[in-house]
């Protein structure tokens, strides 16, 4: 897919790119260029293993001060994006032949970083209002062995871009503290809200440590920086993750963090930058949803998420989402099939598509050469 969206006549709703016409660069530049005349020799220096400290109180604060979540400047530990939280998380926890549970469909990302450590998969059923609890207390009830995690991304997840509703959050997390399973909450797309924030976190509810949370600046400022967070409550897990991360990289980048937090300390200036960006995605969610009414046959559903950088579209009438892309590739429009989110690979209808990455005009093209794809498909249905 890469080499495909790499030809400029490719309209491409199949990467997870944010907007890279609104990266702040003129400020990050301003804000290296602070980090050099003061603060030099530091970010080219040797750091330690959990992040300078002033980036992990900013994590603190903010964490604090925007979602009410009674986190500590110790409990935060600074990762190279959140991917690399997923890693660590994983090298932790599982050996061969162990068991995680995570939503159906996930995100494929960290089923890759969870698939080098050999698990097995608990799908956990989702509908449109995210994990369904008796859905995971079923399948807890029933596990043997008992999963060593819980994966979950409960704001405008991807693929889907459907979020965890309110009510359902201090179930998840009663039903998995009754079973001893900690969860893993990954919150890349938080920030990225359309219509005033999500729910609270995952975080907020039970007993301390029952739940690390992942935070990452990759949608808030920019991903080439590499700048995340995790919060772990539970300062013994914490250390074991800070001994693999110093197994892994040392440290993460000092200058990058650095850098970073001398762009976000300036509140006024994010707040400007994050509503720009909120509003511009909300702008494309719709032409896409615009585009999806006027052109899609009758068959073909999608979803309309309220943050994030994708919705998920099943097409039905028994058409293969992988066989589309084939199709669709003739047209030059691509989309993520299906399938490789589902942990047992076993749904072919659906589709992920992105719509942060390109203006409302190219948008609304792609999706008309996307709906030929699908009539042209329907024609050879049997
Ligand atoms: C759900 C989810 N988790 C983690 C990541 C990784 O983000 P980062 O750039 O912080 O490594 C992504 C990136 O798309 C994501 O969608």
């Not at 991304?153 to 009510?167: F, H, I, K, R």
Request: a negative charge; hydrophobic letters at 40%; aromatic letters at 8%.
């Amino acid at each position: 897919m890469l080499k495909v969206t790499q030809d400029p006549a490719v309209i491409s709703f199949g990467g997870g790119l944010p907007a890279a016409e609104l990266f702040p660069v003129e400020d990050v530049s301003a804000a290296q260029d602070r980090v050099m005349k003061t603060r030099g020799a530091a970010a080219l220096q040797y750091s330690v293993t959990d992040g300078i400290p002033e980036l992990r109180t900013w994590v603190a604060e903010r964490l604090r001060t925007h979602q009410g979540l009674e986190v500590d400047g110790d409990d935060v530990v600074i990762t190279g994006g959140s991917q690399q939280g997923l890693d660590l998380y994983a090298r932790v926890f599982l050996d061969p032949g162990d068991v995680v549970a995570l939503e159906n469909p996930s995100y494929l990302g960290a089923i890759q970083a969870f698939d080098a450590f050999e698990p097995s998969y608990l799908a956990i059923e989702s509908d449109a209002s995210g994990m369904i609890p008796a859905a995971l207390a079923a399948a807890l009830e029933r596990a043997a062995p008992l999963p060593k995690f819980l994966y979950i991304v409960p704001n405008y997840e991807n693929p889907t871009g459907n979020t965890l509703v309110a009510e359902r959050r201090p179930q998840i997390v009663d039903i998995c503290a009754r079973y001893g399973v900690p969860i893993l909450e990954d919150d890349p797309y938080g920030e990225i809200a359309f219509d005033g924030p999500p729910p609270p976190a995952l975080l907020s509810h039970g007993a301390k440590g029952a739940v690390t949370y992942l935070g990452t600046g990759s949608k808030m400022v920019a991903p080439g920086l590499r700048v995340a967070w995790m919060v772990i409550p539970d300062h013994d897990l914490r250390d074991k993750i800070v001994t693999a991360k110093q197994g892994a990289d040392l440290h993460s980048c000092s200058y990058a963090q650095y850098v970073f937090h001398a762009y976000v300390e300036d509140e006024p200036r994010l707040a400007a930058h994050l509503a720009r960006v909120r509003a511009a995605y909300k702008l494309r969610r719709d032409a896409m949803i615009d585009a999806l009414q006027r052109e899609m046959p009758s068959h073909v559903h999608w979803n309309a998420p309220a943050g994030g950088m994708f919705l998920w579209a099943t097409v039905g009438a028994g058409i293969d989402t992988e066989e589309l892309f084939e199709r669709a590739v003739r047209d030059a429009v691509v989309f993520v099939p299906g399938r490789p989110f589902y942990p047992s690979r076993d749904r072919g209808d659906g589709m992920r598509l992105n719509f942060s990455a390109m203006p409302e005009e190219r948008i609304a093209e792609g999706i008309r050469r996307l709906a030929r794809a699908v009539r042209e498909q329907d024609a050879t249905q049997p």
